[in-house]
Structure formats: C-alpha cells, structure tokens
C-alpha cells in the first residue's frame, strides 16, 4: 500500500494545513507515516514568507527528490512561483497553492493510480475557506494545540507577499472554532493558540465587525481547555472591547502578541502600517491587564530607514520594555512595494541594527526575568526528558518562540497539567523552578 509523509515549512498556520491535508488523507484510509524514508509520496508543504524560507522549503524538495520519492510541492511557493517553480524542479510530480489543499487526496489517488500527468493546481485568486468537515491529524499532540479562527489578509504592508499568496480575508463561524476547541480539550490539550494572518480582525467578514472578544467569551466556557493565547493582533484593531475581554476571561492568558514592525512615524508610512501612539496604547493595556507579557517583532533596514529611524527605534524599544520581542531584517520579496523604493539599506547594515536591537532585548528581558525569582508563576508543563528534567512554559511563553521552565522536582508532573512553579534563577530568556 502506498505510504504517504508530510515534511512542514513555516508558520503556525501552514502547521495547520499540513494536519488538514493529513486528516483528508487519513478519512480516506491512505496509510500516513511521520518516517519520509518509509514513504513513497512525500508532501513538502512549503513557506514563502522571505528568501531564507523559501530556500529551506527548497532544500527539503530537492532532498526528497535525490531519494527518488514522488514530491507534492503544496502551499506558498508554489503559489508565488507557480510556472518558474514547475520549469525549476521537473522532478516534482504536483503541484498545489495555498488554497488548493482539499484536491490532496484526488492528487495522491492519481499518482497511487500510476497516472503519470503532472498535476498542477493553481488557483490565480486564493480564496481560503476552511473546510470545516475535516479532522485534523495531528503531526505534533501535546499540551498545547492551535487553532486557525482566520485565513487570508486585507491589508496590504508594503513589504509582504501573504495577501497575494492567501487572498482576502474569511473568517470561520464561532460555533465551528468552540466545537474544535471543545474536541481538542476532550483529547487532552490544556491550552489552544488562535492564529490566523490578523486575529484581531476576526468576524469581521461574517458579523459586519470584529469579533475577537465575542470569540474569547465563548471559548472561556470551555470546561475541557485551561488556558486561550492569543497570537498576531493588529495594533489599530486593539480597542477596549478586546482589552476587557483579555482582562476578564479567566482563561485568556495574560500574554498579548502585537507585531508593531516600527516606531518612527515615516517609516510606519512607508510600511504602510498605522501610524499611532503606541505608547498610549501599550501603557493602556498594561494598566487594564496587570501583570500582562507582551510580545512584539520590528523589522529593520526597511527602505529609508536612516540612523534617525533606527535611534527612534532603539529608544522607543528601551521605553517600552516588552516582555518579549522578535527582530527581522528587511527581506526584499518581488511584488511587494517595498521592493522598488530608493534607499535600500545595507546588509552589513541591516545585520548591525538588529544585533544591536537584539542586545539591548536581552538585557531588558534578563532584568524582567529576574523579577520573578522568589515568586510563584503558573506553568503548563510540557514534557519530562530521559534525564527527569520537567520542561515547561510559562502564561507568558508562547510554544516554540518564547522561553521556557526547568523545573527540578521530586513530584511526578504530568504533562498537559497547570502547576504553580517557585522560580529560583533566571537568564535571558529561561526561568528555573522547583515545585
């Protein structure tokens, strides 16, 4: 019987894909196997985010390719490259964009069936819609799972590719996100994650306004889950609606991740992001949500990005004094604004000022880790290693981006349980405890 391997590039929400196109498969009784050396197909689901992703997606195929399985290139090179990426690699035997993945199982009959046509679908206009009658097979089951509330983007930053690569925004139904969350709780999982492109414009397509808060209220009745994060808010979208719901849902974690790309008002102009006071909107947050962590990312060396942009940048980063924050450099992708504006920024450049950036988070983040020595935080634990080390995060991490908890203990501690955790030492980005 043919065998069928996933290998996953990129987000979160390519994670979801990736467990999407493996329950279409499973529900039709095509044998899956998480060893691609035991497969004869292989999907390589890629991410064509910035040119770095795009080259690991690209290494993965030509891989698979070199120990002669039969490749399915899916998702958002394919979609960005479409023709250029079928003259590239010959060898893959399919192709399907982002908003093509419920033609997977039809495409692996076909090559299961010895029909030897390449198979290349397309869609020129993606239109995401969430297939709703699909249970997800999951590639990672722990205590934590994510949940896709949105697909697709309206914005249009001048340096991203995403709105052309997912199309316009859609939103899923509450009642269909509460029932997946409900499942998920059942099989075991303490903490679900919404993700979409912008969470915080969910329901905007289907109620006529954001419904974030509306969501969040639903989902802290959950009896099954334990803990609701939220990733990939929009800065102009956070009104005091959503705030309150943060502030108030016992379940919602006190974590809010809020990409604000800058801080100087004529580079937030050439991003084509809002240009706000985010001071005001932060210092707001923090006072309605105490104890609050907050994510952010910045990106640098943006076209015309001077020394002035970037001091602004600095400074307004040591004010700030986020929780936790992510620095990329500028990455020039085709078909964006971006790429044709004067004023290109170095390399060498752009790699100095996120250095810089980055030093100067560490010690921020080091100085606020410390504050927790002594003290009690709630932790979800993770995993225990063959060495009897208990992993586990904290309400302010984030899987997979932010820090983590080492606990030593001489208690058994399951994993998917909330225990409070006596911090003992800090550094970085890592708190350690014992029970």
């Known amino acids: 019987m043919t065998k069928v391997a996933l290998i996953n590039h990129g987000c ?5 894909d990736s467990e999407l196109m493996l329950g279409m498969l499973a529900d039709e009784g095509i044998e899956i196997t998480l060893d ?8 390589v689901n890629t991410c064509s985010f910035i040119h770095d992703a795009e080259k690991e997606s690209v290494q993965s195929i030509l891989q698979m390719v070199n120990e002669n399985k039969k490749v399915i290139i899916t998702g958002c090179l394919p979609q960005k490259h479409k023709e250029e990426l079928k003259e590239a690699i010959p060898e893959a035997i399919a192709m399907l964009g982002t908003t093509d993945i419920k033609k997977i199982v039809e495409v692996v009959k076909k090559i299961d069936n010895k029909e030897n046509d390449f198979i290349y679908e397309i869609a020129e206009k993606p239109q995401y819609i969430y297939p709703e009658n699909v249970q997800r097979q999951q590639i990672t089951i722990g205590s ?4 896709k509330i949105a697909d697709g983007c309206n914005y249009r930053c001048g340096y991203c590719i995403i709105p052309q690569l997912r199309g316009e925004y859609h939103s899923r139904d509450i009642e269909h996100i509460v029932q997946e969350a409900k499942h998920l709780g059942e099989k075991g999982v303490a903490e679900i994650v ?3 492109q912008d969470t915080t414009s969910y329901g905007i397509d289907i109620y006529g306004k954001p419904s974030l808060a509306r969501l969040l209220r ?3 009745k959950i009896e099954e889950i334990d803990w609701i994060r939220v990733m990939y808010t929009y800065p102009s979208m956070i009104d005091d609606e959503l705030i309150d719901a943060f502030a108030e849902c016992e379940k919602v974690v006190k974590y809010i991740d809020m990409p604000l790309q800058h801080s100087h008002p004529e580079i937030l102009r050439a991003m084509r992001r809002p240009v706000m006071d985010y001071e005001e909107l932060i210092s707001k947050i923090r006072t309605k949500i105490p104890d609050v962590a907050l994510r952010t990312t910045f990106i640098v060396g943006y076209p ?3 020394d002035e942009c970037f001091e602004d940048l600095y400074k307004f980063v040591e004010k700030m004094r986020f929780d936790r924050m992510g620095v990329f450099e500028f990455s020039k992708e085709r078909n964006t604004v971006a790429y044709s504006l004067p004023h290109q920024v170095y390399a060498k450049v752009k790699k100095q000022r996120k250095n810089k950036l980055m030093q100067l988070q560490q010690r921020i983040s080091k100085e606020i880790n410390e504050t927790f020595i002594g003290k009690e935080l709630p932790c979800l634990i993770e995993a ?3 060495e009897q080390t208990v992993i586990a995060r904290s309400y302010r991490d984030a899987p997979e981006i932010d820090g983590l908890v080492y606990i030593e203990t001489d208690r058994e501690l399951i994993p998917g349980d909330i225990e409070k955790i006596k911090i003992t030492c800090a550094d970085e980005y890592d708190l350690y405890g014992q029970t």
């Open 12 to 16: 979160s929400k390519n994670l979801v």
């Open 36 to 43: 691609e050396t035991k497969a004869d197909i292989v999907i």
């Open 144 to 147: 934590s799972s994510y949940i």
């Open 194 to 196: 919404l993700i979409a």
């Open 218 to 220: 639903e989902l802290n």
């Open 304 to 306: 015309g990005e001077t």
């Open 384 to 386: 225990i290693t063959q």
